[in-house]
């Protein structure tokens, strides 16, 4: 393939041919173009800038610096890749088990584990711009990857790249090499981040390490898109949910739905409640606002999530509703640790006056400690395909308890919100809490100055510093504000979360009575389903999951058994998985799958880190042979405590003894469970 045409006679028909048969879409798109508003400049019959009209887009021999642009990158190029810190969950022995048998292993063999971008083929190549098109041939040539993926927000310049390069010879290229070639066009930012997170999923969080991202020329919608792709690239390379905490999930949602009466809240939208609700979560500005909301705490619907119920009792405010997502067993502790320190108005160390709403895979030991329990299924876990029956799943409450909080009042039909303590970042990491949460008041949970990789704009100016949860949180707010279509003013003196009006806490300003609570805590009970402890789980099919468990283990099986036999490589094995995973829905397996797909996937994001560096053939193979034996004995233990599980559960609901974990206790000292 010849690194650039020169704009023969005839190219310009050929390409266009070339586009009707393999990108109809793009070609509709480019047979639509009647006046172009640009035009190619030529040198010597060379294409060599584009006339936008009002000037030119390389204002200089586009042929020779998009050259120089490709060499210079193929020599030192922008990529992204798993490391070190994607290997393992510090939450979960078993991830632990993993990544060091595999540190065992590379030791045993002497193999040699290079730092940085894999040695094996990498994933995507991101081209954002394609101006001409001088620059496309070198790179496709030069680098093998999974996905060439042409971005462009100007679709008449890719009209000008028909008559420039030669496109058959670069599609020819990529099926010599087994790589797809995609086109995203769009004008917009939003447009371009939407059809790029279509493709990245089709590939699989499996199938990125060591993408390629190459910038052509400046443009604001290519910028932005390029600055999403490439801080959300890295959420997929991280462990996201693991078996330790999916176990605990299906132990907590079994014990509370069996020990417990409980109203359940839909996941669906309540009809709109117009009381104003103050949603307030721990970030540190809340220290500056906690006197107007005790001043305005009557005419308001009072939320806590979290660690903040302890900021709000310090001053004497008691919330309507707390708001819990964690799962893990030290949930209790910060209870004990808030009841402590409040003991002469909580006597009977329980929080009289508060009502909990919680997802239902909270630690069994929690709802004891309110006067009633709201619970929901949260999606996505193991327990709520299981067990959820008819009740609508509640999506998008993630990554942490602020999303929870907005994304549970919504759907409770508190849509008039007020934000307080929701900074998602801080201005000085050593203030990165309320001073009145355990971070700062207890020896157990305190927590020394924080480090940011992530800047944006302050909700009331200045800059916001955060780190990779914290600006996945803002992100998730802001699609929340607009989605669930929320009158939402934010009072956080942190990030900007777009879709909020700023308001400082000292404009608030509220008419009339105060506001019948009662009536408002009917209206909730009334939009709930109560359920009478031990009376809900009785209708679901124990064995049948037990019997999805035993076909995940037959497929696990099947796996391990043909690539024994076959001799097939780690690459054919991450293909594989990446099939498990998207077909899950249709599987034998579809309930259970979501207990298994932590590891499955996160195991061997873990296999990446290593075994994509692995250059000897031999070295690789050994440590591969390890790996392979190790991740499957891991996901057999897996199952078969799973079933276990499954058993238990069913003798206890059939009149049996309690099981242990139903207890809430602490299992695994130094873990969350």
Avoid at 375 to 395: A, I, L, N, Q, W
Avoid at 545 to 562: K, P
Avoid at 588 to 613: D, E, W
Wanted: glycine letters at 8%; hydrophobic letters at 40%; a negative charge.
């Amino acid at each position: 393939m010849t690194e650039a045409a020169d704009g023969s006679p005839g190219l310009f028909e050929r390409n266009l041919e070339l586009f009707r048969r393999r990108f109809p879409e793009v070609h509709e798109r480019l047979t639509a173009i009647r006046t172009p508003l640009s035009s190619i400049i030529r040198d010597q019959g060379v294409p060599v800038d584009i006339d936008l009209g009002s000037g030119r887009l390389y204002k200089c021999d586009g042929r020779e610096l998009a050259l120089a642009q490709a060499r210079d990158f193929i020599e030192t190029p922008r990529r992204v890749g798993y490391q070190v810190v994607n290997a393992m969950s510090g939450d979960s022995p078993s991830s632990a088990r993993l990544f060091n048998s595999m540190l065992d292993s590379v030791v045993r063999h002497k193999a040699t584990v290079l730092t940085g971008a894999p040695v094996c083929r990498a994933g995507f190549l991101f081209v954002f711009g394609l101006g001409l098109g001088h620059h496309l041939p070198t790179l496709v040539e030069s680098l093998t990857v999974d996905w060439v993926v042409v971005v462009e927000a100007i679709d008449e310049f890719v009209l000008h790249s028909l008559a420039t390069i030669d496109w058959s010879a670069i599609a020819d290229r990529c099926d010599q090499t087994g790589t797809k070639l995609s086109f995203v066009l769009g004008e917009l930012p939003v447009q371009l981040v939407r059809d790029l997170a279509v493709l990245v999923e089709e590939q699989g969080d499996l199938g990125i390490d060591g993408s390629y991202y190459y910038r052509h020329y400046p443009s604001w919608a290519l910028d932005k898109a390029f600055e999403d792709l490439v801080n959300n690239v890295p959420l997929k390379m991280i462990q996201r949910g693991y078996f330790e905490d999916e176990r605990k999930m299906l132990w907590n949602t079994i014990a509370n739905l069996q020990k417990y009466d409980c109203h359940m809240l839909s996941g669906d939208f309540q009809l709109p409640i117009s009381a104003p609700a103050f949603l307030i979560t721990s970030g540190p500005s809340v220290d500056n606002d906690i006197e107007y909301i005790k001043k305005w705490r009557d005419h308001a619907v009072i939320f806590s999530g979290g660690s903040s119920l302890q900021i709000l009792l310090a001053h004497g405010i008691v919330p309507d509703y707390h708001v819990e997502l964690e799962n893990v067993v030290q949930v209790w502790d910060f209870f004990e640790h808030m009841l402590d320190l409040n003991a002469e108005r909580f006597p009977e160390r329980r929080f009289t006056g508060i009502k909990l709403v919680a997802s239902a895979t909270v630690n069994p030991r929690i709802s004891a400690l309110f006067d009633e329990s709201y619970y929901f299924f949260r999606d996505s876990v193991v327990s709520t395909r299981c067990f959820k029956g008819d009740f609508p799943e509640m999506t998008a409450i993630g990554p942490n308890v602020a999303n929870t909080i907005v994304a549970v009042a919504a759907r409770m039909g508190f849509r008039h919100v007020y934000l307080f303590g929701m900074d998602c970042g801080w201005r000085d990491g050593e203030s990165h809490h309320s001073k009145n949460t355990a971070y700062y008041t207890s020896k157990t949970f305190k927590t020394g100055k924080m480090v940011g990789d992530y800047s944006f704009p302050g909700n009331f100016g200045g800059t916001i510093q955060s780190n990779l949860v914290l600006s996945w949180t803002r992100d998730m707010l802001e699609g929340k504000v607009t989605k669930f279509g929320l009158r939402a003013f934010n009072c956080s003196d942190g990030g900007f979360i777009k879709g909020t009006v700023p308001k400082l806490s000292e404009a608030l300003e509220f008419e009339g009575q105060p506001l019948d609570r009662e009536a408002i805590y009917a209206r909730v009970r009334k939009d709930a389903t109560f359920l009478a402890k031990g009376s809900y789980l009785p209708r679901f099919d124990f064995p049948a999951y037990i019997a999805e468990i035993d076909a995940f283990e037959a497929a696990i099986d099947g796996l391990y058994a043909a690539i024994q036999r076959e001799g097939h490589d780690f690459r054919w094995m991450l293909h594989r998985l990446t099939e498990i995973n998207r077909n899950w829905v249709t599987s034998p397996y579809s309930h259970v799958y979501a207990m298994f797909v932590g590891p499955t996937i996160g195991m061997a994001k873990c296999g990446c880190v290593f075994l994509n560096r692995i250059e000897d053939p031999d070295e690789l193979a050994a440590v591969f042979a390890d790996f392979l034996a190790t991740y499957h004995a891991l996901l057999k233990e897996m199952v078969d405590e799973t079933r276990a599980i499954f058993q238990e559960g069913k003798a206890w609901i059939d009149g049996g003894p309690e099981p242990q974990w139903a207890k809430g206790l602490q299992t695994t000292p130094g873990y969350t469970f």
